[in-house]
Structures are given as C-alpha cells and as structure tokens.
C-alpha cells in the first residue's frame, strides 16, 4: 500500500519540455505565474491559457494527469470563489434577498480566479511532471547559488534534499517491515476507530525514528570517509547544460509575457 | 615487500577512560595483500577497522597508512582517499539516488574535474560489473549489487587500500559470493591491498592472512591452514573452524592419519579419495 506514493510524479519522456534545463524550467514557471496574474482582462486571461495549453500539449504528457492534478483543490477553489461571488460588490446586481448580494463583478471575479488557478496548477505540474526530483533539487542550488554570498547554506539544502529524496524509498520499505512486525506481535494497525488506528500509529512511528536515527549516524560516518567537507571546492558528475532549446523557450515565454502585459496596458 | 598498514602498540577506549576495547595491537600489512580480521562480537575488530582510516583516534600507540599517521588532521583527506572503507549496511552508505552519482561522490567531494570523474566512475562500475546499473535507482538493486556499488564509489578513488568492514553480513549467500567474487578481483587485477574483517570462516579461508582476534587483542596471525589447524584455541574463544577443516580435525582425533591444513571441499575429498586409496592397498 505504502510502495504507491511517488514523490513528484515525474514523468520519463523525450519530448522538447523534457530536454530543457531544469533550471530553465523553474525560471519559465515563474515566468508563467507573473503572465497569469498580469492584468484582468479576458485576453489577458486567454494568452494565458495558450500559453499553458502549448506547453502541456508540448511535453506530450496525457492531459487526463493534468485534471488529476487539479482536483485535489477543487474544494478550496469552490470555497474562494463562493467567497468571491458574495463578498464583492461591482457592477450590476442580479440577485438580491437581505444581505446576499450576487453582483456581475464578482462572478467576473471568481470566474477569473478558478481559470488562473486551474492553469496555475496545471503550469507547476508540468514542472515536476518533465523534471526529475533531483534534477530539481540541482537546479535549485544553482539558482540560489548567489545567496552564498550572504551565507545562506544553499549547498547544505540542497544535499538535504537529494538524500531525503534518496531514502524515500528506503523509509517505505522500512515502514512496511515495521508494520508487518507489529501486526505480528498482534498490534491492529488498520482496524478501530479513527482514535484508535492513530494511537497504533505510534508503535510504528517510534521504531522508525529511532532507526532513521541510527541511519544518518551511518551515513554522515560512510561521507566522512569518502571526504565530505561540505560544498567547498566540489565538482559534480550531473552537469546542467542549457541548449538552443532553453534559448527559443524562454524567447517564446518572454514574447508572450509581453502580449499579456501589451494587451493589459493598451485595450 | 613494503607494508602499507602499519599499527605500533595501538591502544583504544571510549572515551579514553574505562575498559579498552583494543588492548595493544602490532600489525605490518604488507602492500598487495589481502588478510581477514576474524573474530566474534565484541573481539574489537570492527574498533580496529575504524582506526585506519582515522574514524577513531589511538587512546595511545600509532597506525600509519602509506606513511601517512592517522592523527596528522592536516592529511585526512589524503588518508581517507588511500584508505577507503566499506561498511557492513549497504543502504546507510549510498548517498545518491542515482547508482553513478554514488559512485562519484568522493570524487565531486575531491574536486576532480568532470571529463576525468566521468571517465574513473565509468572505469569502477565496469570493475565491479555494474555499468549496465549505472543510471538505476539503489532502491532496484540487491543487497550484493549495493554493496559492490559503495565499493565501485571507493575503487573510484584509486585507494591503496580497501578495509570492509563485515561487508556481507546483511547479504543472502548469492550477494556474499558476489561481493567476496569482487574483492577477490579488486585485489588481483588492481593490486589494491584488502583488509577484511568478518566473522565467516569461509571468507577468511578465501584470504592470504588471516588475524584472530578475542577480547582486544590479536591472538592468532598467520596463513588460514596454519590458523584454522589450530582447533582447540579457536574453540576456545568461540570461533568456528570451516566445516572441512573440523571433520579433519575430528579424523585425527579418531587416530585417521588426515591432514591438518585443510580448507575446502576440494582439498578434503582429495585427502579423504588419498587416505581410502592407501587403505585399500
């Protein structure tokens, strides 16, 4: 049960998103969220969403993982834009009874916050969709690198990351064996009450941690002795090369930024 | 021959107070050779293994590797990269998730530059007969494959030295015959002296020297046929002798005229087809 959890979902595959540089790739989804939260014309909105829609059609990912990725917050975008419908006051009225008040502005408004937060989620997805968790984590130490300078541990987080990353599968496994020991000492893990099952949990949660304890002991000894000393002075096997391919789309991402905020300032 | 390990009265406690865990230990382990430290728990030999590469610090006495004195802070990396250790949990001593960058992290730690790095990983996965592994996940592999990647990631630094530390006592029979297969071929194809310490009879056997170890001190050092000749003292401190090594000791205790300095199956239906075929005549 435990085995099914993958932490960022990536996605192996050759398409032209793949092959970009993740460190390009973190820089165009900001890019990508600055584009859909510049102006609040529809055709803003809508350069937008070509925008999304080109990307997504590009990675040559099936769309359906990209619903899948939205539906988890279904739930808060209906309580915003409820929220949205009700609170804002602009425009004509379409319904009034007492203190409701249903306004064009704000279904105007609430319309427009579902859209952008849709694409939103479907825009970062794409991120961990075609980039692998450590691919992202190396590129995340590039573009802090600069934060060094005001020693911010850059390197220390991102080695954090990338063993976190590396014994995910080796806790589960772990978690598994822990649980199969419990049961056979006649713990119930997965029956009782909600009150109860969480109590159990404990049984598992204890044995992990002391052994999670144990690990990093081992581990930092077994660095020690191929010569960690820290970020200082490292060189690195995974190289980050950016091609052709980074320069046009960040060209296309910049061009279409460009006609969001054109179209905001002019029309 | 020149040795490479050279530990001089070497004393150890925790702490450096209480009762020591190495009780005076003089060693030369000569370059090129591969010797087993054997002994039960608690004998102090895994203590022993932690000081060759400065893990742990003598309470008193000296180790030098290569010349090098473990206490010199200032050659600790040269030391480490001289002597590179393998432990006995394959999965707390993988640091990557990806089985080459494992392989490179000393060497990024060293700062070896790219075109050479990816030249050396490629070289030890090939040693170990990992390469078709080299883009997988540790969490694919087997234990014997893990722990021949951790010893891939140190053959990669071009050691003088490898000390394993109980390296197959976590590995199902398969994985053990693979990993002490690679040891084995580390030390005769690349000359990289062994130092492997153990509990398995059999893998002590298979080395050119082999160390008792009991209670701190080393008490039997000599080829396996002489030390596992000696029954009774192994006995004594609770150690085991291979299996065809007892029947001959227990034929000779019958009053069979057997050789005393067998090892192997091989050698001991040789002994016994020898001894029937003299009976016969």
Redesign the interface.
């Known amino acids: 049960m435990l085995r099914d959890i993958t932490l960022g979902q990536y996605f192996p595959g050759k398409s032209i998103i793949h092959k970009l540089d993740p460190r390009t790739k973190i820089i165009l989804t900001i890019l990508l969220i600055v584009m859909l939260f510049t102006g609040d014309k529809l055709i803003c909105l809508g350069i937008g969403a070509a925008y999304t829609l080109m990307a997504v059609l590009l990675s040559r990912i099936p769309v359906k993982m990209f619903v899948k990725s939205v539906k988890p917050i279904l739930p808060f975008l209906i309580i915003t834009a409820a929220f949205n419908i009700f609170i804002i006051d602009k425009g004509d009225v379409l319904f009034h009874w007492k203190a409701i008040k249903i306004t064009t502005g704000g279904i105007n408004v609430s319309v427009f916050m579902i859209i952008r937060i849709v694409l939103l989620v479907a825009g970062s997805s794409l991120l961990t969709y075609t980039a692998s968790p ?1 691919t992202i984590t190396d590129a995340i130490e590039k573009l802090l690198s600069p934060l060094k300078k005001l020693h911010f541990p850059v390197h220390e987080l991102a080695m954090m990351m ?2 976190a ?2 014994f995910i ?2 806790l589960i ?1 772990e978690t598994d064996k822990i649980i199969s020991a419990q049961k056979a000492r006649g713990a119930s893990i997965d029956s009782g009450t909600l009150r109860e099952r969480a109590g159990n949990l404990i049984s598992v949660i204890v044995p992990l941690f002391v052994s999670s304890f144990r ?1 990093a002991d ?2 930092a ?9 820290g970020g200082e ?7 980050l090369r950016t091609s052709a391919c980074d320069y046009i789309a960040a060209a296309v991402t910049v061009m279409f930024l460009a006609a969001v905020i054109a179209a905001d300032k002019m029309l | 021959m020149s040795s490479i390990i050279s530990i001089k009265d070497l004393h150890f406690s925790y702490g450096g107070e209480g009762e020591e865990v190495l009780k005076g230990i003089d060693m030369e382990i000569e370059k090129g050779s591969i010797v087993a430290v054997l002994g039960h728990n608690g004998s102090g030999k895994s203590t022993l293994a932690k000081h060759i ?1 400065a ?1 742990l610090l003598p309470t008193s006495g000296k180790v030098f590797v290569d010349g090098i004195d473990t206490c010199d802070e200032e050659r600790l ?1 040269e030391l ?2 001289k002597a ?2 393998v ?1 006995q ?1 394959p ?8 089985v ?2 494992d392989v ?11 075109e050479e ?2 030249q050396r ?1 490629d070289e030890a996965l090939r040693a170990v007969g990992m390469y078709d592994h080299r883009l997988h ?3 694919q592999l087997s234990g014997g494959q893990k722990q021949r990647v951790a010893i891939a ?2 053959i990669a ?1 071009r050691p003088e030295c490898i000390i394993l530390d109980e390296p197959t006592a976590m590995l199902d029979p398969q994985g053990r015959r693979e990993v002490m297969a690679t040891i084995k071929d580390m030390n005769s194809r690349y000359g990289i002296t062994i130092l492997l310490i153990t509990h398995y009879m059999d893998e002590a056997a298979q080395c050119g020297r082999v160390a008792v170890m009991d209670g701190g001190r080393i008490v039997l050092d000599d080829v396996p046929e002489k030390v596992f000749s000696q029954v009774e003292t192994l006995k004594k401190i609770g150690l085991d002798v291979p299996q065809v090594t007892e029947l001959a000791y227990e034929l000779r205790k019958a009053g069979v005229g057997i050789r005393q300095d067998i090892l192997t199956e091989e050698q001991c239906a040789e002994a016994l087809s020898e001894l029937l075929a003299s009976g016969k005549r």
Do not use: H, K, W
């Open positions: 450590i990338s063993i990353l590396r599968p080796t496994e690990r081992e581990l000894t077994a660095m020690e002795c191929r010569c960690y000393n002075g490292r060189t690195r096997l995974r190289q | 590469n893990i990396f480490r990269q590179g250790m432990f949990n999965d707390n001593q993988i640091v990557s998730s990806i080459e960058e490179a992290f000393g060497l990024e730690n060293t700062g070896v530059p790219y790095m990816r990983v996940s540790p969490s990631g140190i630094m």
